[in-house]
């Protein structure tokens, strides 16, 4: 592909930041607080569905970041649903406090699902979401596979469950793993639009973190941390003490999705493992580096 200037691939980048996404856990909303005047306002902010989480604590969570001015889109974790009564809750609960128009909806951690849903695709047949006033769901989307699930099956989920929101009539927006290589990213993407999938598609990627903590979380959700990887993204194994930041990642990503119109509607998602404020400052001043 042809290069591009330096002014295209900032102009890239910045519609590549525009409107990024953020993901936190219950555990999280001190860090919101301290971050919220950083954070532009109606940021999507992603909160986590934990097995060591309660339903208090989620809604408490997703009722922070609606305070706060922001838009929260809790996870609904299929597997982790003991009974239908216990989705009707959370999502009763989550509509008290306005959080309901966003979810994002996934199979989960565990191997055996504690009720009657094997997957995020029988939640969403299960037309109970609309009932509470949802009106996006999030799917995820794996760029460089999954430890646990064949590609094949990948693929079929993901065009499934966008076959199903557009028969539910909800708005969908694909929310990917996150990843450190461009390559797989790409060419994953060029292979969703080709199947006629023209969602949003929301790349994530790390916040600014210790490199040991991002190569442990690659190797725990099996994407890709071998030297060659990690040297793309921009840090080095034989500096384990430091930390990293998305920069390189975000900018090489930006650069090829510009010269591809076919990509369609891509932005960031950011995984704070903690670090909201971090996070949150590193686009402002990313943002502010190429404006």
């Given at each position: 592909m042809a290069q591009t200037s330096p002014a295209a691939n900032d102009a890239a980048s910045l519609r590549l930041v525009d409107g990024y996404s953020l993901e936190m856990t219950g555990k999280d909303v001190p860090g919101l607080e301290e971050a919220r005047g950083?954070?532009?306002?109606?940021?999507?902010?992603n909160v986590t569905f934990?097995?060591?989480?309660?339903?208090?604590?989620?809604?408490a969570a997703a009722k922070?970041?609606?305070?706060?001015?922001?838009?929260?889109?809790?996870?609904i974790s299929a597997r982790r649903l003991s009974?239908?009564?216990?989705l009707?809750?959370?999502?009763?609960?989550?509509?008290?406090?306005?959080?309901?128009?966003?979810?994002?909806?996934?199979?989960?951690?565990?191997?055996?699902?504690?009720?009657?849903?094997?997957?995020?695709?029988?939640?969403?047949?299960?037309?109970?979401?609309?009932?509470?006033?949802v009106k996006e769901v999030s799917i995820a989307g794996y760029p460089e596979g999954h430890p646990d699930?064949?590609?094949?099956?990948?693929?079929?989920?993901?065009?499934?469950?966008?076959?199903?929101?557009?028969?539910?009539?909800?708005?969908?927006?694909?929310?990917?793993?996150?990843?450190?290589?461009?390559?797989?990213?790409t060419s994953w993407i060029r292979t969703v639009r080709e199947k006629g999938i023209d969602t949003e598609i929301r790349i994530g990627t790390p916040g600014p973190a210790g490199i040991k903590r991002l190569?442990?979380?690659?190797?725990?959700?099996?994407?890709?941390?071998?030297?060659?990887?990690?040297?793309?993204?921009?840090?080095?194994?034989?500096n384990l003490m430091g930390t990293a930041g998305p920069d390189r990642?975000?900018?090489?990503l930006a650069a090829l999705l510009a010269q591809d119109p076919s990509s369609g509607n891509v932005r960031l998602h950011f995984y704070t493992f903690g670090g909201l404020l971090a996070t949150s400052q590193w686009a402002r001043d990313y943002v502010a580096a190429r404006s």
């Open positions: 950083v954070i532009p306002a109606g940021t999507k902010i934990l097995g060591n989480e309660d339903l208090q604590m989620r809604v922070a970041v609606k305070d706060f001015g922001f838009t929260p889109v809790p996870h009974s239908q009564a216990q009707e809750e959370f999502l009763a609960a989550l509509q008290e406090v306005g959080a309901t128009e966003h979810v994002f909806a996934v199979g989960g951690d565990p191997a055996e699902p504690e009720g009657p849903y094997p997957d995020s695709l029988s939640v969403i047949r299960s037309g109970i979401l609309q009932q509470y006033g699930i064949p590609t094949d099956v990948l693929w079929r989920h993901l065009e499934d469950k966008s076959r199903a929101l557009t028969e539910q009539g909800l708005d969908a927006v694909i929310l990917t793993q996150f990843a450190f290589d461009t390559d797989p990213v190569i442990g979380f690659a190797r725990r959700f099996g994407v890709g941390a071998n030297a060659m990887i990690v040297k793309k993204y921009g840090f080095s194994l034989t990642f975000v900018t090489d």
